[in-house]
C-alpha cells in the first residue's frame, strides 16, 4: 500500500495554529499525518480528535499515533455529524478544525476499496464501506440519464452523455465488476489530457456521488462553525473546483466568520514537483469572529 504524504503541513501548522493545552479536530484525520504534525508541534500537549468515516483509514491512525495515545480521540464517523460528535464526547472548547478533502493514497491504493485503477479491484469508492450505495451498483443498475447526470454535475464532463451511454452498451454484455473494467473501457474512447489518465474524471465523479461529498462538505462547515470557540479557525485543503466554489462561499457569506486570506493558499512549486497528491490542493482558511 502507497504510504500517504501530507499536503501543505508547513501551511496547515501555520494557520491553525495549534497550541499545547489547545483542543482540536482533524476532520479527516486519514493515516494521522496533519495530526501527527500538530501533536509533534505542541509537544503532545494538545488535545486532537481525529475523525475519519473509513474505518480502515481509523486503524492506520491508531497505529501512526500510538504514542500519542493519551492525546487522540479516535471517531469512526462522517464528519457531517461533527456535532453530535462533539457533543457525544463531551469535548468544549475547540479552537481549530482541519479538513483534508477526498481521499487518501492508502486508499486509492487498497485495491479492496475500489477507488482506483492503478491496481485492480472490485468497484466499490464508498469510505464507509456499509453505506447503501458502491460505484459497482451506479455503474451497473443506475439508469443511463442519472449516470449522464453525475458524470455532467461531479465530473464537469463534456462527453457525459456519451460516457454514459457506453457504460450502459458495455453492462448488456457483461457487468462491469472492476476498476480497471471501467477505466479501460473509458480509454477506449477519451483521450489522455497531459498526464491524466482518461477515466480520472470518471472516477472522481462517481465517488463524489457515492460519498455524497458535497452535502456533506456542507454539512461538516456549518457543524464546525457551531462547534468552534470565538477566535477558533477552519482551516480546508480541497482538490476539486466544485468543493472549493462549495468552501469559499461558506467562508465568505458566514457573517460569524473572516477569511484569513482573500486569495486561496497553494502549495509551492517544489511540493507540487515532490507530491503529485499536492498539484490540485487548494487552502482557505478563516476565523470565528470574537
Ligand atoms: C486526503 S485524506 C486525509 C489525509 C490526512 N490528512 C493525513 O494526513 O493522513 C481524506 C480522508 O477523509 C476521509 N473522509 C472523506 N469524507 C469524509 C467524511 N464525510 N467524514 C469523515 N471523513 C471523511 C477519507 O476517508 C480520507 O481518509
Known amino acids: 500500500m502507497r504510504e500517504h504524504q501530507p499536503v501543505m503541513v508547513k501551511q496547515v501548522l ?23 504534525a500538530i501533536l509533534e508541534h505542541t509537544d503532545g500537549k494538545a488535545k486532537i480528535i481525529c475523525i475519519d468515516k473509513d474505518p480502515r483509514a481509523i486503524l492506520r491512525a491508531k497505529k501512526y499515533l500510538k504514542q500519542f495515545s493519551d492525546s487522540v480521540i479516535f471517531v469512526n464517523d462522517g464528519f457531517e455529524n461533527i456535532e453530535q460528535i462533539v457533543k457525544r464526547i463531551n469535548a468544549e472548547r475547540i479552537s481549530g478544525i482541519l479538513f483534508d478533502l477526498g481521499f ?37 443498475s443506475y439508469p443511463e440519464y442519472e ?7 461531479y465530473g464537469e464532463m463534456k462527453d457525459a452523455e456519451k460516457i454514459a451511454h457506453l457504460i ?17 473501457l473509458i480509454a477506449s474512447c477519451r483521450k489522455k489530457r497531459g498526464n491524466i489518465h482518461p477515466a480520472t474524471q470518471v472516477f472522481q465523479a462517481i465517488r ?27 482551516v480546508v485543503i480541497s482538490y476539486h473546483s466544485l468543493e472549493d466554489r462549495i468552501v469559499k462561499k461558506f467562508m465568505k457569506s458566514s457573517n460569524k466568520l473572516r477569511m484569513l486570506f482573500k486569495k486561496v493558499i497553494v502549495p509551492d512549486q517544489m511540493e507540487k514537483v515532490i507530491n503529485p497528491c499536492a498539484r490540485s490542493a487548494k487552502m482557505r482558511v478563516a476565523e470565528v469572529i470574537n
Open 208 to 234: 463524489i456521488y457515492v460519498n455524497n461529498e458535497l452535502e456533506n462538505l456542507k454539512s461538516g462547515l456549518n457543524g464546525a462553525l457551531k462547534v468552534l470557540m470565538p477566535g477558533g479557525r477552519i
Open 147 to 153: 449516470i449522464k447526470r453525475i458524470l455532467f454535475e
Open 104 to 140: 487518501s493514497s492508502e486508499q486509492i491504493s487498497d485495491s479492496e476499496a475500489g477507488f482506483g485503477f492503478r491496481q485492480d479491484g472490485m468497484l466499490d469508492m464508498r469510505f464507509n464501506p456499509e453505506s447503501p450505495v458502491s460505484a459497482y451498483d451506479v455503474v451497473n
Open 14 to 36: 501555520e494557520y491553525l495554529n495549534p497550541q499545547e493545552g489547545g483542543m482540536y479536530i482533524d476532520a479527516t484525520c486519514g493515516s494521522g499525518h496533519h495530526a501527527r
Open 168 to 184: 450502459c452498451e458495455e453492462r448488456k454484455k457483461r457487468p462491469i465488476r472492476t476498476t480497471r473494467q471501467l477505466a479501460d
